[in-house]
């Protein structure tokens, strides 16, 4: 499924929009800042990727962003 970041604050992640898919991995597409963040997980291990973590990962990733 596709999900959308409605009401940001911060305008790096307007018109941000994710694929979740199982074991918790995602896809997420920021075009604000022209960066895909993508996060995968292995079945074979039996991995899953808590919500939080991967939530904390995308919020990280669009903090590290700089405008040049």
């Not at 604050?9 to 895909?36: F, H």
Request: proline share 3%; hydrophobic share 35%; aromatic share 12%.
């Amino acid at each position: 499924m596709w999900w959308l970041f409605e009401n940001v604050e911060d305008k790096r992640s307007k018109g941000a929009y994710s694929a979740l898919g199982s074991m918790g991995q995602s896809i997420t597409i920021y075009p604000e800042i022209d960066v895909v963040g993508a996060y995968k997980t292995k079945e074979a291990y039996g991995r899953s990727s808590p919500l939080r973590a991967r939530l904390k990962l995308l919020k990280k990733a669009v903090e590290i962003y700089q405008n040049e």
